[in-house]
């Protein structure tokens, strides 16, 4: 069964806003068949509301000739009806930035205006959210999809309000700062759940994209300032996933509303890029020499930079991300918070009434909060800073992390990924909840930031690094990354006495097990996605791993073979032993496998 719905564009059309990567706007293409440019020439479009400038001021500023309208669904709760509308008439200082003006907050429960006076949607029961709970078991929490329609004449969303993520964030995000959270975590159904629901959830869609750049172009030590973080927010934009500020510590006594997303610089400048009037221009061309001039402010302003999720293997532009400036002094404050909110976790679970499901969910939540952390730091490796930049503007777009800092965050997963977190492995806890699964539990984050340091595309672009740079002794080589993880997971091999625990051992197998599926991928179809191993960036292409960086894996297990033979008569115990003689054999049958064949991918 098909549904159509035919809309009657206005006579007078709007006149559409060219598309500029610098500026994260949602767009439509379209072709143009009629320039002189003696091509068919490709055309990209912001997509957004239809505002224009009425007759009616105030001051500086303009009424819409028709406001941006949403509406509150009927099915919402009283109580989250106030935070709902808070979140709204929070953009009004961006759309004022546009040069709009709101008008008043009806009294009307289901309605709130803002920027120009904007009044949004949101339902609250969600039925993704619902069916999480509704037949009793527990599923992973539903996220928000703000759905978006458009093209240059009209642009339509509804954006789903999800009750069950939002005390989970807050709990591992904040519960280190906020007593409140640390014992009471179902019961989040006041003031405090409200105000994190407006932070988290009310981003009507206006046409933008997440800026997940934004966060890391603040300085880290900002993030722990009661100054800054009332004025400027710890990320730039409430577009980017930095949900909480889990960088500030709780000697800092920043206040709680201080520690949730808002709408902040960078959404201000994009509203105002994307909406604010020219009026000398009468055609879209006639536009762009004003918003270029708008687009060049970020090159003294940075935390307007824009760049969409790991854009093209740049660091600083992963979601969840707080002060990744500098991810590992980030990490580090926030591993702090992560050790102290498990000291909480029991207590705020823990009803008599219920069941044991919240300490379940709460404990594998905080244990991802953990890894997205990790995560963060291995990015680092093969990183690059971004800039987007016109034809008309100097300097690179990407530059290189420089080998100080990919080795330090290397050091830094050495020290604290890749040996398991003490706070983390908490037999009270796991003997409440399940039979088993505890080395799983801490095994599979472990597994996944090591994952994104041995990614396909990082090793082949530690190799493309090193073959392109002026200066080698500058350059963080793909050898002495492998050395370096090598030498942190098995670092047992050096010891005097040999004893491997059994999280290590895990580890150490999934190392093995790693450079063999690299080595040796599973046959994938050919063509453009195809190779195996993952790494590709920003929607581009998964190139597989290079037959240059096998050899240097190949160099790694002859290399660890000698290690584990010289440590074989140090093992301290039995199962160090088996673990050992095993490892021996899974990397002789390693090497001694002929070469796959290597697969053509179409370029």
Wanted: charged residues 25%.
């Amino acid at each position: 069964m098909a549904h159509y719905s035919i809309v009657r564009l206005p006579e007078a059309p709007m006149m559409p806003r060219r598309f500029d990567e610098r500026v994260g706007f949602f767009s439509t293409r379209m072709t143009d068949f009629g320039t002189n440019e003696h091509r068919s020439a490709n055309r990209r479009f912001i997509t957004k509301y239809r505002l224009e400038c009425s007759e009616r001021r105030s001051g500086n500023l303009c009424y819409p000739k028709k406001p941006i309208t949403y509406y509150v669904d009927r099915d919402t709760p009283e109580w989250l009806k106030k935070y709902v509308r808070a979140g709204i008439v929070e953009w009004q200082v961006a759309f004022e930035a546009a040069g709009f003006k709101g008008g008043d907050c009806p009294r009307r429960a289901a309605i709130a205006r803002a920027g120009p006076r904007l009044v949004t949607r949101r339902r609250a029961p969600h039925h993704d959210s619902m069916a999480a709970v509704h037949d009793g078991k527990r599923r992973r929490p539903a996220r928000a999809r703000p759905a978006h329609r458009g093209d240059p004449q009209r642009l339509r969303a509804h954006v789903p309000q999800y009750h069950e993520p939002a005390a989970l964030w807050y709990f591992t995000g904040v519960a280190a700062r906020c007593t409140r959270a640390q014992a009471a975590l179902p019961r989040l159904v006041d003031g405090a759940a409200g105000a994190v629901r407006r932070r988290t959830r009310d981003r009507p869609h206006l046409g933008l994209q997440h800026d997940q750049i934004g966060s890391s172009t603040y300085p880290i030590d900002s993030l722990r300032s009661k100054t800054w973080l009332a004025k400027m927010g710890h990320s730039p934009s409430i577009m980017d996933y930095s949900r909480f500020n889990y960088v500030a510590q709780p000697e800092d006594n920043i206040p709680v509303q201080h520690l949730l997303p808002t709408v902040g610089p960078y959404d201000k400048y994009a509203i105002m890029w994307g909406y604010k009037p020219i009026p000398t221009a009468r055609t879209s061309d006639q536009e762009r020499t004003v918003l270029e001039q708008w687009s060049r402010m970020q090159d003294t302003i940075p935390w307007y930079r824009f760049s969409a999720n790991n854009a093209y293997g740049a660091t600083g532009t992963q979601n969840e991300a707080v002060g990744d400036a500098d991810p590992v002094k980030a990490t580090t404050l926030g591993f702090k918070n992560i050790e102290r909110v498990m000291g909480y976790l029991k207590d705020a679970t823990t009803n008599p009434l219920e069941d044991n499901a919240d300490l379940l969910e709460l404990y594998n939540r905080t244990v991802g909060q953990w890894a997205n952390e990790a995560n963060h730091v291995a990015t680092l490796v093969s990183g690059a800073t971004v800039q987007y930049k016109s034809g008309g503007q100097t300097g690179s777009v990407f530059t290189p992390m420089s080998r100080e800092r990919q080795a330090e965050a290397v050091k830094f997963l050495k020290e604290n990924g890749f040996k398991a977190p003490a706070y983390l492995i908490r037999p009270d806890i796991g003997e409440r909840v399940e039979a088993g699964g505890m080395v799983p539990r801490i095994n599979s984050p472990q597994q996944r930031v090591l994952g994104t340091v041995m990614q396909d595309a990082r090793m082949n672009r530690l190799l493309e690094q090193e073959g392109t740079a002026a200066d080698k002794s500058k350059v963080y080589t793909l050898n002495t990354m492998l050395d370096d993880v090598r030498k942190g997971i098995w670092e047992e091999l050096s010891a005097a006495s040999t004893i491997i625990n059994v999280f290590r051992r895990e580890l150490q197998n999934d190392h093995i097990a790693m450079i063999n599926t690299k080595m040796n991928p599973p046959a994938t179809p050919a063509g453009p996605g195809g190779g195996g191993g993952g790494g590709g960036f920003g929607g581009q292409p998964q190139t597989p791993l290079s037959e240059d960086a096998k050899s240097h894996l190949r160099g790694q297990l002859v290399s660890l073979k000698d290690e584990i033979e010289r440590a074989m008569r140090k093992a301290g115990d039995k199962p160090t032993e088996l673990h050992l003689r095993a490892a021996l054999h899974r990397i002789d049958t390693i090497l001694e496998q002929k070469p796959a064949t290597v697969r053509n991918v179409v370029p």
